[in-house]
């Protein structure tokens, strides 16, 4: 069933979320936006979040964008004015009363944010986990 994603009003559900789709359609928008709705809405810390994506420049990228789409949300909280983004318009009135220092936080500790390749991310779980998965030590 195809429905169409809305930034800031789909439901935000537990479990994993897969955003799949062609180049150039809007993929890294998307994920910066949840992000900002996992941490300000529901109160998840950054680093319990894990995002992946296929390159090291994708993952640069996509660690930019979340980082700044946090900075943005801070900054229209803590604005007296109606922010310019359509997504933190709609999104702002709904957010709770913390939701300023869970953003505040996320920013703070953003260098413990999981957004990885899928092959690091991959190394890595092995590579914490070799004994209880009968992995090689090294890798």
Do not use: W
Not at 29 to 48: D, N, Q
Request: proline content about 5%; glycine content about 4%; charged content about 20%.
């Amino acid at each position: 069933m195809n429905r169409v994603f809305q930034h800031a009003a789909t439901p935000l559900e537990q479990g994993t979320t897969v955003i799949a789709a062609s180049a150039g359609t809007g993929k890294t928008f998307t994920i910066a936006a949840l992000v900002v709705r996992l941490v300000a809405e529901l109160g998840i810390p950054i680093h319990r979040l894990l995002l992946t994506t296929y390159t090291v420049a994708a993952t640069a990228e996509l660690r930019d964008r979340i980082r700044a789409r946090l900075i943005s949300a801070h900054e229209a909280l803590k604005s007296d004015g109606p922010p310019e983004d359509e997504f933190l318009r709609e999104l702002l009135p709904r957010l709770p009363a913390e939701s300023a220092q869970r953003l505040a936080t996320a920013i703070r500790d953003f260098d413990e944010a999981n957004v990885h390749t899928i092959h690091a991310f991959c190394q890595r779980a092995l590579r914490e986990q070799a004994f209880e998965t009968g992995a090689p030590f090294q890798i």
